[in-house]
T-cell receptor, first 111, second 113 residues
Framework: QKEVEQNSGPLSVPEGAIASLNCTYS??????FFWYRQYSGKSPELIMFIYSNGDKEDGRFTAQLNKASQYVSLLIRDSQPSDSATYLC???????????FGTGTRLQVTL | DGGITQSPKYLFRKEGQNVTLSCEQN?????MYWYRQDPGQGLRLIYYSQIVNDFQKGDIAEGYSVSREKKESFPLTVTSAQKNPTAFYLC????????????FGSGTRLTVV
């Protein structure tokens, strides 16, 4: 079992819709959870982080964490074509000195 | 402006050749990391360093070497022992990954010719 799992997609949503991206992790000791956006050929950029169970909102983005189910998700409201990218889920593991990444979910926002 | 600079952006390596990828940061971060990204495989950790003059192997360290002589610099050498080096290499730094995650450089795309 991979440490961090994501559906590779592509996930296709129409412009203006809500995109829901999901991630599961295997280490119950994981403490911090991050969502990165990566455009094709570019490096990842941090868009959200969450440490506690529940929801965390930042603009059009909402991160949701359920530690009991070992599940973290990212919701993007009012999806725009510029949101089309690969979204990487990352968690801190072990001594929390490094991040472990999922393989990413490719999101396509269609006109 | 503070940030992480990776150079070169594109690098071509001949068979049997060692090449060095540069990573410099002026964010005053203690921790630095090297990841490799292949299509469909996400980011895999090569080496990381939490303090000057100390570094640890990641999940795929074979065929790679690093040094950390200065806080600002963490160069990665891809040796001839790395049989499949063609990939996108990402350098990152952090003031504390648990709370702040990473800041990434712009990446180096290495191709074997």
């Amino acid at each position: 079992q991979k440490e961090v799992e994501q559906n590779s997609g592509p996930l296709s949503v129409p412009e203006g819709a809500i995109a829901s991206l999901n991630c599961t992790y295997s280490d119950r000791g994981s403490q911090s959870f991050f969502w990165y956006r990566q455009y094709s050929g570019k490096s990842p950029e941090l868009i959200m982080f969450i440490y506690s169970n529940g929801d965390k909102e930042d603009g059009r983005f909402t991160a949701q964490l359920n530690k009991a189910s070992q599940y973290v998700s990212l919701l993007i409201r009012d999806s725009q074509p510029s949101d089309s990218a690969t979204y990487l889920c990352a968690v801190t593991t072990g001594t929390a000195s490094k991040l472990t990444f999922g393989t990413g979910t490719r999101l396509q926002v269609t006109l | 402006d503070g940030g992480i600079t990776q150079s070169p952006k594109y690098l071509f390596r001949k068979e049997g050749q060692n090449v060095t990828l540069s990573c410099e940061q002026n964010l005053n971060h203690d921790a630095m990391y090297w990841y490799r990204q292949d299509p469909g495989q996400g980011l895999r950790l090569i080496y990381y360093s939490q303090i000057v003059n100390d570094f640890q192997k990641g999940d795929i360290a074979e065929g790679y070497s690093v040094s950390r002589e200065k806080k600002e610099s963490f160069p990665l050498t891809v040796t001839s022992a790395q049989k499949n080096p063609t990939a996108f290499y990402l350098c990152a730094s952090s003031i504390g990954p648990k709370n702040y995650g990473y800041t990434f450089g712009s990446g180096t795309r290495l191709t074997v010719v």
